[in-house]
């Protein structure tokens, strides 16, 4: 028998407020009145729906500041940078390859905006050899913010599939910044929706013989989870509160995302008030089923392929099929997660 944790859609809804659901009715009523100038397109009426949504979601977010929008958080030159990666995400014609790269980028910049202060993060300094060794051997002198008391305490939490890249790629800039090269450990959480069921009475199913964790090693711990895809913030929602029902006490969480819903980080901020939510663009509306409007598709597939019902691959072959280049990038981050996988 599975040892499985479900949690239903219904149980998400309990933690929104009256305000709230108002909030996001009428963010919902904009967007689908925007939809009428989509066939045939309306290029002005578009534009003018989504200006007008945008400056919306804007003010709603004011009202949650554990909600931090990098196009609402950075100056205008950041925004412009924000808006052409997501723009190369959400394209069709985006391959495999270039998906991968903007998907780096876009964790890049999610890291900068949340851990990097450089008005107030004290200089750290890098020594580094070069190859350069006539008529001695040089070296060379870097100064970078120093922000090990801020990721020090960290532990990667992978939400699988779709969330693995992105979680090597911000463990990695955590290994970049670090004095010390510190090298996050890894959970790994095998959950799902349920996508026979619609928005309204979604179950999210944690495998836990299909997971990989410690319990031990994440008390006390700030925790990061790194998920492309943030729509009802239900997955999120479940392995947390299992984790606190099984005693874990995190010190903080951190959420990172490509794009976000509305509701999905009013949501998972409501749920865990400990968390805070980073999103590198917030998208205003859900379908009935679940998937992000207008979104990108399913970030998972496009980041790792999809499998067959005969061939589903484990994580191993997951990492695996990354090739060369991904596993030399993230080779200490590759170590890690086979240790935590194979014990």
Known sequence: MNNKVILKAMDLDGFLTEEDSADLARLDEMFKNTMKFFEPVDKEKIIDGFDKMGHEMHLICKKHPKIKVYSFETEQQAQAEASRVISKLRDVRTDHQEFMYYSQRAYEMLFRMAYINQKTDKKGHIIVKTPVNFPVQNYAVHKIPN????????????????????????????EEYSQDSYLTPFALFKISRNDTKNESNMEYILDLDKSFFDLEQLNGKDLIFADPMNATGGSLVTVVKYLQEQGVKPASIAFFNTISTLKGSIRVTRALPNLTCYTL????????KAYIMPGLGDAGDRLNGTDTKEHARNIIQLLADYGHNISSLYRSQMFEIERTVLG
Request: hydrophobic share 50%.
């Open 281 to 288: 663009w917030l998208d205003p509306v859900m379908n009935e």
């Open 147 to 174: 922000i090990d008391h801020k990721i020090h305490n960290t532990v990667m939490c992978v939400m699988l599939r779709g969330a693995l890249l992105p979680s090597m790629i911000i463990s990695k800039e955590i």
